[in-house]
């Protein structure tokens, strides 16, 4: 795998389906009623750890351990809308070992954020310890 670089950015997009919010519901055990129940729209609204997962799908890809994340969410997210999720690298610094590095993240609908944050973590070098 090649060194993260501060200023790199990764982009995922995805739209979510009810069926994965009653699959996060039934695993995390929140099962409030609007994430189970359609709004005037027959939306359901996203649960806001289920949209976290776009920043750990771009982390995992990175082989990224993360020691922090630390989300804001500040707007619901509903099923059936197309999120964009950019990660990027604000500081690399190298170790004997691995890269320690803090990553910015921005979830969006459109021009509207939904979901920033940070992630600090590492990337191993070579084999995992």
């Given at each position: 795998m090649t060194p993260p670089t501060p200023g790199e950015?990764?982009?995922?997009e995805r739209t979510f389906t009810p069926e994965e919010v009653d699959r996060f519901a039934d695993l995390s055990?929140?099962?409030q009623p609007q994430h189970t129940e359609p709004d005037d729209?027959?939306?359901?609204?996203?649960?806001?750890?289920l949209t976290a997962t776009l920043p750990t799908q771009i982390?995992?890809?990175?082989?990224?351990?993360?020691?922090?994340?630390?989300f804001t969410?500040?707007?619901?997210?509903?099923?059936g809308e197309r999120i964009t999720c950019t990660w990027?690298?604000?500081s690399?610094?190298?170790?004997p070992d691995r890269y320690d590095?803090?990553?910015?993240?921005?979830?969006s609908r459109g021009d509207e954020r939904v979901l920033s944050g940070t992630v600090t973590g590492l990337v191993w070098k070579g084999e995992n310890p």
């Open positions: 950015s990764y982009t995922v055990g929140d099962t729209e027959g939306r359901r609204m996203v649960h806001g750890l982390g995992g890809r990175q082989e990224v351990l993360a020691h922090t994340m630390e969410f500040s707007r619901p997210v509903y099923t990027t690298y604000e690399v610094e190298e170790r590095l803090v990553a910015n993240v921005s979830c």
